[in-house]
């Protein structure tokens, strides 16, 4: 039983992060926003390099605000399992630093990338797609958020032109 609640907890807070992540922020900020395209998606993708050029503060944030999805409910993960808790922070973070390995020209092994594909969790192949293009593959940690994140977009999207 502790094994199930450590996995659990630990699915859930990424499962959620990922969510409020890519709904709140993520996609938002990339219809309203401009940060999150200059560091993410510009010509000089490297986030430290672009904040300490800028010297810009809100480059910081922009970080910032795209993590703490991830960490609003730790608090309550803790509460149920602190070693799942701890669990979501290493593999959230594990999983960034790998799906940015694109960048050395990194392949996927094609077990892991079937697995991936199985399971619903982006590959560095598949963010690197939307390093390249950010109007698609959505969804950080998972694949599924994509569709719904692209509806979102065009919503916002359509907001934003009416109103602005």
Not at 19 to 27: G, I, P, R
Not at 45 to 70: C, E, M, Q
Not at 83 to 112: C, D, F, M, Y
Not at 153 to 159: A, D, E, P
Request: hydrophobic share 50%.
């Amino acid at each position: 039983m502790l094994i199930i609640k450590i996995v659990l907890v630990a699915w859930l807070l990424l499962l959620i992060g990922d969510f409020l992540s890519t709904f709140l922020y993520h996609v938002p900020e990339h219809v309203f926003g401009k940060f999150h395209g200059i560091v993410h998606h510009g010509k000089n993708r490297s986030f430290i390099h672009y904040a300490v050029l800028t010297k810009n503060p809100l480059v910081l944030l922009d970080g910032f605000l795209g993590a703490l999805p991830y960490f609003i409910f730790l608090p309550l993960g803790w509460q149920i399992s602190p070693a799942g808790t701890i669990l979501s922070i290493i593999l959230g973070e594990l999983h960034v630093i790998w799906r940015h390995v694109s960048a050395i020209n990194w392949q996927t092994p094609k077990a892991i990338s079937w697995l991936c594909q199985l399971l619903f969790i982006t590959t560095p192949e598949i963010h690197w797609l939307h390093h390249k293009n950010a109007n698609v593959a959505y969804g950080d940690i998972f694949t599924f958020y994509d569709r719904p994140a692209q509806k979102w977009k065009q919503f916002l999207t359509h907001i934003k032109v009416s109103y602005w």
